[in-house]
């Protein structure tokens, strides 16, 4: 488990950047649950890593929004009883959220409102208009 983090190609994070704490899981397994420390949470600070370029952090962070708390991100799994897999499933997450973080935004492209679109609005406007008018009172002579 202190294998680099791939990302994807060319964005590698090594283990000594990331930072692993246990704690005790919730929920069912009884004494097990209790005293064995097999929620895994695993953080990485994002903000001062020295492996990620500074585009790509600043994409990344603003992507993650309120994942990314103080520049740090961190994935927490207690899914599985073992302390192990619970690890692996957290590197797996980590790995995913950074690789999605990493995307560009996809570029809008522009539309016009169709014919029909157009026309529906004009006499929209018109009949509105018309409603308004016979609101006034009559014209005196």
Do not use: Y
Not at 14 to 34: K, V
Not at 41 to 55: A, I, M, N, R, Y
Not at 99 to 110: D, I
């Amino acid at each position: 488990m202190n294998e680099p983090l791939e990302i994807r190609n060319g964005l590698t994070i090594p283990a000594g950047e990331l930072t692993w704490r246990f704690d005790t899981s919730g929920g069912p397994g009884g004494q097990h649950a209790n005293r064995a420390s097999s929620r895994a949470e695993l953080s990485f600070d994002l903000g001062s890593s020295p492996s990620v370029p500074d585009d790509l952090r600043t994409r990344m962070l603003a992507n993650l929004g309120r994942r990314a708390r103080n520049g740090v991100v961190t994935v927490t799994v207690d899914e599985s009883r073992s302390q192990w897999r619970n690890r692996a499933i957290a590197r797996k997450l980590m790995a995913r959220l950074l690789r999605e973080a990493c995307r560009s935004p996809r570029h809008r492209r522009e539309t016009r409102p169709s014919a029909g679109a157009r026309k529906r609005r004009r006499e929209a406007k018109r009949h509105r208009s018309e409603t308004k008018t016979l609101r006034k009172p009559p014209e005196a002579e």
